[in-house]
């Protein structure tokens, strides 16, 4: 999968979590974590939370850009935070370790098998180890 396919995706899948939702949506809570291959931090690279619909949670997707060390912080429409709920999570990087691969499947929201539950008044830290394919 290409760059620009994933970024194509995600461009389509944002307004799904949006649509439909005419009241006020809930305030957004701070989350964040850090991304590893083999115990190697990735960077250059993004996490998208998408909220879970089949667990009752709708809103706008959540984006987090990775830094050098791994580090990202989750940001909903340009404001820091998530939508609490369950969301499905997927990790994109354009620089992994040298010498190593991404499984493909953390690009799709359906088959990453990424899970977050971001609760109010809880620390929401959410660190992924990913595997190679």
């Known amino acids: 999968m290409t760059l620009r396919t994933l970024l194509y995706g995600l461009v ?53 850009t990775i830094g050098p060390d791994g580090q990202y912080a989750l940001m909903t429409d340009g404001s820091p935070g998530v939508t609490p709920g369950w969301h499905r999570v997927t990790v994109a990087c354009l620089q992994p370790p040298v010498g190593s691969r991404i499984a493909e499947r953390y690009q799709d ?25």
């Open 109 to 133: 929201p359906q088959l990453s098998g990424l899970r977050a539950e971001v609760r109010i008044g809880a620390e929401n830290v959410f660190d992924w180890r990913l595997e190679a394919p």
């Open 12 to 64: 389509v899948l944002m307004p799904l979590g949006v649509a439909g939702c005419d009241s006020k949506p809930p305030p957004l809570v701070a989350a964040h974590g850090r991304v590893t291959l083999f115990e190697v931090p990735l960077r250059n690279g993004t996490v998208v939370f998408t909220p879970d619909a089949e667990r009752g949670t709708y809103g706008p997707n959540a984006v987090g």
